[in-house]
Every structure is written in C-alpha cells, then in structure tokens.
C-alpha cells in the first residue's frame, strides 16, 4: 500500500485527553494531576524539560477542573479577580527577576487560596531553583507539591513523534516512528525537531515520508529498505 503523501495544511495541536500518550515517564505526573481535588494547599507545580507534554497535561487537567490557563507573562496584562477559582500558569519560572509580574503572581496565588481553588503552575525546574526576588512569592512557591514529567521511555518518545506527525496531519508508518525514535537523543525537543526537519524535506521533495527520506532529513544513512 503507498505510503501517504505530505501536504501543506495547517497544523493542529491535539491537546485533549485522549491524545495524551501515558508511559511510566508521564503516569505519576498524570496521577497527581488527577487528584486535583486534595492538592495540599490547593497547588501543584509541574515540572519538566521543554517538550515534555506540561502544556499537553496542563490542559487536560484544566478541562477536568474547569480551569483557565495563560502563560505566566500574561500575567501583568490580566484581571486577575476574573480567572475564576482554577488557573493554570504556564512557564511560571520565567517570570523570575521581573518585580511586576512576580507581584502578578503573588497575589494570584493568595486569591486562589482565599477561594478554595486550584493553582496550577508549570516550569522547567522546581520553585526553589527560581531566582525569585519577592520574598513573599519565593516562600510561597516553595511550599507548592511537585508532579515531574520524567525524560522519555522508547515507548512514550514513539507516540510522542506519532502525535507530532499526527498534529501536521500526517500518517507516518510505525517502522519509520521506530527508526527515528531510536536515532535521535531522548528528548522531546529532539523529537519535536526531528518531525520538523523530515516534514519540510518531505514537502520540498513532495515525497511520502520513508525510512530514506527520514535519514536524509537527519543526516543519518539511509537505511537499506524503506
């Protein structure tokens, strides 16, 4: 059977539930997400590396609590009374230095608290690795439970590039996800790069994506069957 052809359209990330690809490097994350509701102190950080999925599984949470989720530079720019009880905060650690947004933040997390809501913050690294400057903020932080997103497993790095592939709307075979994800590091920047490189070849050649064009796009050899 031909392999799909690559077209041009529109990329759409998936974000819901059950696109969310559970392995034993992401299921102890999901789990405390899930019990959202016995957060201590109504607060969670998520932690991992770019790529990792946070924005993926902070939006699963938010669709299960109901919750409102913007990027932590937003912050400044938002009414914050009118986020409601539940709010996620993306890339928190990157507010970090910038008095106004870490004040921003502050008094976030004290209405959350005054409502008996959920604050959902997510980061590269722990809280007590942020150079906070408001030491109000920092204490705060601190205190926050932690839920990790672990490097990926073969398994999960595999789904991860389907779901990549899948987001440009393409349908790559199984033999060709496994090839690359044993091929490049183990990450998911790693992955997000590989299925960028390999689309934009496939396009420029108008090719199906194969085994060949895959080590062409990776500057790998080719291997000896497609």
Do not use: C
């Not at 913007?70 to 986020?83: E, G, K, S, V, Y």
């Not at 230095?97 to 809501?117: D, V, Y």
């Not at 997510?122 to 942020?130: E, G, L």
């Amino acid at each position: 059977m031909a392999e799909q052809l690559t077209f041009d359209l529109p990329m759409r990330e998936a974000l819901g539930r059950e696109d969310f690809f559970v392995s034993e490097a992401n299921a102890v994350a999901l789990a405390a997400l899930d019990d959202w509701p016995n957060w201590p102190q109504g607060k969670m950080a998520l932690i991992g590396p770019p790529g990792a999925g946070k924005t993926h599984l902070a939006h699963v949470w938010a669709a299960e609590a109901r919750a409102r989720i913007l990027p932590a530079q937003a912050l400044t720019r938002t009414d914050l009374p009118t986020l409601g009880p539940a709010v996620g905060i993306e890339d928190a650690d990157e507010i970090a230095g910038q008095p106004a947004a870490e004040e921003a933040l502050f008094h976030l997390h004290n209405l959350t608290a005054a409502q008996g809501g959920r604050l959902l913050l997510t980061a590269k690294t722990p809280p007590n690795r942020w150079p906070l400057t408001l030491p109000d903020l920092a204490s705060r932080m601190q205190a926050t439970a932690l839920a990790r997103l672990d490097p990926p497993d073969d398994a999960l790095l595999t789904a991860v590039l389907m779901k990549l592939f899948a987001d440009r709307q393409l349908a790559v075979p199984p033999s060709v996800l496994t090839y690359v994800a044993t091929r490049i590091d183990r990450s998911f920047a790693a992955a997000r790069v590989a299925v960028e490189r390999i689309d934009a070849l496939a396009l420029a050649a108008r090719r199906p994506i194969t085994r060949p064009l895959a080590a062409r796009a990776l500057d790998l050899e080719a291997p000896d069957t497609p």
